[in-house]
């Protein structure tokens, strides 16, 4: 867009519209859409539209995701874990590098909650509830800050150091973007594939089913519990 005096202004028109779902002949029931148009919509505007870099990015993060092979179905692991990262690995394919990092920063916070849920934490034999965890921690685990979660899922043996470097990564990078005005976003791309190889590994060591050389699905022990609460059939 052009500027022919330093007294002029550039502007953008109608930078939330989808024009591609719009107009007098759009009718949802039997909606004839131009999907090549509809993908430019959902794509960042100031980022390469061609399809060979949707391919090129899908790739780059598809190397760190492998671990996720087999994950149980169940509610609270795909809707809180599994399929929120599938969407931050959309958003990057679509050039939405700082929506896949914002989601990627929620499936590590929702990692910590989860495994200390499932961990039964307990003290002198007994769980600790809300008010032993407000006792202990200030407030309830899930209500604690990101930085803390991690430090009270170190200090039980909850989360493995390597682990919690990833979770950290993710909180630290995340957080730059999100609260931080002055960020210049020049290493933004390269810092949403941080982030999405750490989630990965963060999910894939949680909720990850092994399989053995002949053929058998192996529950990890710290699921085993949880999956059977969850109704989710025979667990073995």
């Not at 004839?32 to 390469?48: A, F, M, Q, T, V």
């Not at 430090?151 to 630290?172: D, F, H, P, T």
């Amino acid at each position: 867009m052009s500027q022919n005096n330093e007294n002029s202004l550039g502007i953008w028109v109608n930078p939330l519209r989808f024009f591609s779902l719009e107009g007098e002949s759009f009718n949802s029931d039997n909606a004839e859409i131009d999907c090549l148009k509809l993908l430019n919509d959902l794509r960042n505007s100031d980022d390469d539209k061609s399809l060979d870099k949707i391919y090129e990015r899908y790739k780059t993060l598809t190397k760190y995701d492998s671990n996720l092979f087999l994950v149980p179905v169940n509610e609270v692991i795909l809707k809180k874990l599994v399929w929120p990262l599938r969407s931050a690995k959309q958003a990057f394919c679509l050039g939405n590098y700082l929506g896949c990092i914002a989601l990627c920063g929620t499936v590590a916070e929702m990692i910590t909650i989860f495994l200390f849920e499932i961990a039964s934490t307990t003290i002198n034999g007994e769980k600790l509830d809300d008010d032993a965890q407000k006792k202990l921690f200030g407030n309830t685990f899930e209500q604690l800050g990101q930085e803390r979660r991690i430090q009270v899922l170190e200090v039980y043996g909850i989360l493995k150091k390597e682990l919690a470097n990833e979770a950290r990564q993710i909180k630290s990078i995340r957080n730059t973007y999100l609260h931080i005005l002055s960020k210049e976003f020049s290493n933004l791309e390269k810092d949403a594939v941080k982030v999405y190889r750490s989630a990965s590994i963060l999910v894939g060591e949680i909720v990850t089913l092994k399989t053995g050389k002949d053929g058998t699905i192996t529950v990890p022990s710290h699921l085993v519990n949880f999956l059977k609460k969850s109704n989710e059939g025979e667990v073995s």
